[in-house]
């Protein structure tokens, strides 16, 4: 891992997606009936900020630096097409590691993991999709470098010697602990560890309605990871809506970023949210970190039992956001706004544990006591084991971590703690439980995948989602259903779909180098 002695260190500038945005473009893409698209998750899940970059097709923008002389071209509308001259060929040869422990994910559960794991003996690689490790929550921004607490863990890392490679998005995984990874240049690494911690946290729960697709409508953890990467959001008009105790947190620093916030619009019951006062006495750090959000937002118009019914565009072009129309208990409303923050909630990443055949309990991955999930020497720690927040993903990777290497009298230490964040989490939760009428959201014409272009009325009929792939494609796009398959599960009642590699679109080069190394064994 880097050496991060000294001041916090910034990263290596600000993403080509908020410079693209910065620069006034809106359209990133175009949807194969050619509507314009822009980012909307900020941390890889959606590829709607895919475009062409120095003449490769499909690059996503979001994780990736600008630099000066970086070129911007149209990107192909289906996935086929090439720049003239063709792609160019990469390397097809793997990079083979032999960890004792390899952790998957380096938000602040995987981050614990590794160095618990590390300063325990074992030898440990760290991987992220990112290009710095920190997840969502500690982020690095582009100017200010890391948040102190990460700092500090990134600086045990170095100590404890944490292998890293950052920018790397797993792809294939089987057996059990052997992972097939892709870096930043789409070279394959080959990971033979001894022990798996899957730390893969969550994504964020999007409800479509109509006009979600245009851009400018983003997730609230999406355009804050955005903001910190370099997205300009001074003097905006933003509302932040949806549901959940994240839309104060992306408030707030959108907030302090110069944004205007116009609104935050949560489909909670006033009543409902407000009753939780008295349960986070019992939780000094987080009845204070509560406070710190009420008086960094005051003044700011809260709306509750209100939720989005439809965006609308401008009337200039008609392909980025101009207003949004808000159902509140008196009556619709309607805002202008440049920019919209929208969540519904968190929803596990378990694409990688579903593919190695980890037990699932209510959608998330289920661990015994020492965060052992149903597969041998495979581990989770973190929201990836259900939405619980920082303070229990911390506690749960230092598990995870000794646990995997070999240290579970140690770990046992952790496991009261651990069960008391998972209790109040549940009852903390409880609060912004999604209100039915939330299923009436899209109309039969409302895109719901956003990669395919499938409108709600060609799916609401079908009650399996691997019907509803094979007949409309709905979920066969470049993120996989990562984006519409957790709605559609919620609105229409789906099971969760079955998983099958690679999770996310790579090139043949790279799927046969793959191919190749398993066979070789």
């Given at each position: 891992?880097d050496?991060?002695?000294?001041q916090?260190?910034?990263?290596d500038?600000?993403?080509?997606?908020a410079?693209?945005?910065?620069?006034?473009?809106?359209?990133?893409h175009?949807?194969?009936?050619?509507?314009?698209?822009?980012?909307?998750?900020?941390?890889?899940?959606?590829?709607?900020?895919?475009?062409?970059?120095?003449?490769?097709?499909h690059?996503?923008?979001?994780?990736?630096?600008?630099?000066?002389?970086?070129?911007?071209?149209?990107?192909?509308?289906?996935?086929?097409?090439l720049?003239?001259?063709?792609?160019q060929r990469?390397?097809?040869?793997?990079?083979?590691?032999?960890?004792?422990?390899?952790?998957?994910?380096?938000?602040?559960?995987?981050?614990?993991?590794?160095v618990?794991a590390?300063?325990?003996?074992a030898?440990?690689l760290l991987?992220?999709e990112?290009?710095?490790?920190?997840g969502?929550?500690w982020?690095?921004?582009?100017?200010?470098?890391?948040p102190?607490?990460?700092?500090?863990?990134h600086?045990r890392a170095?100590?404890?010697?944490?292998?890293?490679?950052?920018?790397?998005?797993?792809?294939?995984?089987?057996?059990p602990?052997?992972?097939?990874?892709?870096?930043?240049?789409d070279?394959v690494?080959?990971i033979?560890?001894e022990?798996?911690?899957?730390a893969?946290g969550?994504?964020?729960?999007?409800?479509?309605f109509?006009?979600?697709?245009?851009?400018?409508?983003?997730g609230?953890?999406?355009?804050?990871a955005?903001?910190?990467n370099?997205?300009?959001v001074?003097?905006?008009?933003?509302?932040?809506?949806?549901?959940?105790?994240?839309?104060?947190?992306?408030?707030?620093a959108l907030?302090?970023?110069?944004g205007?916030?116009?609104?935050?619009?949560?489909?909670?019951?006033?009543?409902?949210?407000?009753?939780l006062?008295?349960r986070?006495?019992a939780?000094?750090?987080?009845l204070?970190?509560?406070?710190k959000?009420?008086h960094?937002?005051?003044?700011?118009?809260?709306?509750?039992?209100?939720?989005?019914?439809?965006?609308?565009?401008?009337?200039?072009?008609g392909?980025?956001?101009?207003?949004?129309?808000?159902?509140?208990?008196?009556?619709?409303?309607?805002?202008?706004c440049?920019?919209v923050?929208?969540?519904?909630?968190?929803?596990?990443?378990?694409?990688?544990?579903?593919?190695l055949?980890?037990?699932?309990?209510?959608g998330?991955?289920?661990?015994?006591?020492?965060?052992?999930?149903?597969?041998?020497?495979?581990?989770?720690?973190g929201?990836?084991?259900?939405?619980a927040?920082?303070?229990?993903?911390?506690v749960?990777?230092?598990?995870?971590g000794l646990?995997?290497?070999?240290r579970?009298?140690a770990?046992?230490?952790?496991?009261?703690?651990?069960d008391?964040e998972?209790?109040?989490?549940?009852t903390?939760l409880?609060a912004w439980?999604l209100?039915?009428?939330?299923?009436?959201?899209?109309t039969d014409?409302?895109?719901?995948?956003?990669?395919?272009d499938?409108?709600?009325g060609?799916?609401?009929?079908?009650?399996?989602?691997?019907?509803a792939?094979?007949r409309?494609?709905?979920g066969?796009?470049?993120?996989?259903?990562?984006?519409?398959?957790?709605a559609?599960?919620?609105i229409?009642g789906?099971?969760?779909?079955?998983?099958?590699?690679?999770?996310?679109?790579?090139?043949?080069?790279?799927?046969a180098?793959i191919?190749?190394?398993?066979?070789?064994?």
């Open positions: 891992m050496d991060p002695r000294g916090p260190p910034a990263s500038g600000i993403s080509l997606a410079a693209e945005w910065n620069a006034g473009r809106r359209a990133f175009r949807s194969p009936h050619g509507s314009a698209r822009g980012p909307v998750c900020g941390m890889g899940v959606c590829h709607e900020c895919r475009t062409t970059v120095d003449g490769q097709p690059v996503r923008t979001c994780g990736r630096s600008a630099r000066p002389d970086t070129r911007i071209g149209d990107v192909a509308t289906a996935w086929y097409k720049p003239r001259g063709g792609a990469r390397k097809p040869d793997a990079v083979t590691h032999f960890p004792s422990v390899a952790v998957l994910g380096a938000g602040p559960a995987g981050l614990t993991a590794a618990h590390a300063e325990a003996g030898s440990v991987l992220d990112n290009p710095r490790p920190g969502q929550i982020r690095c921004d582009h100017a200010t470098g890391a102190p607490p990460a700092h500090d863990m600086r170095y100590d404890a010697g944490v292998s890293t490679l950052v920018g790397a998005r797993v792809v294939h995984a089987g057996p602990t052997r992972l097939f990874a892709l870096d930043a240049d070279r690494h080959d033979r560890a022990d798996v911690v899957l893969t969550a994504r964020e729960l999007l409800l479509p109509p006009g979600w697709t245009l851009p400018g409508v983003m609230a953890g999406g355009l804050q955005l903001a910190k370099g997205l300009d001074r003097d905006r008009r933003i509302v932040v809506a949806g549901s959940g105790p994240l839309l104060l947190a992306v408030a707030a907030r302090e970023r110069g205007r916030i116009l609104a935050i619009v949560e489909q909670a019951p006033r009543r409902r949210v407000l009753g006062g008295p986070l006495l939780h000094p750090s987080k204070a970190r509560g406070l959000l009420t960094a937002l005051r003044g700011v118009r809260r709306l509750y039992s209100s939720w989005i019914v439809s965006a609308d565009g401008s009337s200039d072009d392909e980025s956001l101009a207003s949004i129309d808000v159902h509140t208990p008196g009556g619709s409303e309607s805002i202008p440049d920019l923050a929208y969540g519904c909630g968190l929803v596990p990443q378990t694409e990688v544990a579903q593919s055949g980890c037990r699932l309990e209510s998330a991955i289920g661990v015994d006591q020492d965060q052992r999930t149903s597969v041998d020497h495979v581990f989770a720690a929201e990836v084991c259900g939405v927040g920082l303070d229990a993903a911390l749960e990777g230092a598990i995870a646990a995997a290497a070999g579970t009298a770990a046992s230490g952790l496991r009261r703690r651990r008391r998972r209790r109040f989490a549940r903390f409880a439980t209100d039915d009428r939330l299923r009436a959201l899209p014409d409302t895109i719901v995948c956003r990669c395919e499938v409108p709600f060609a799916v609401r009929f079908h009650t399996d989602p691997r019907d792939k094979l409309t494609r709905c066969m796009g470049p993120c996989q259903g990562r984006m519409c398959g957790p559609l599960r919620w229409l789906w099971r969760l779909d079955t998983v099958r590699p690679p999770y996310s679109p790579v090139p043949l080069e790279a799927l180098t191919g190749a190394c398993v066979q070789a064994r």
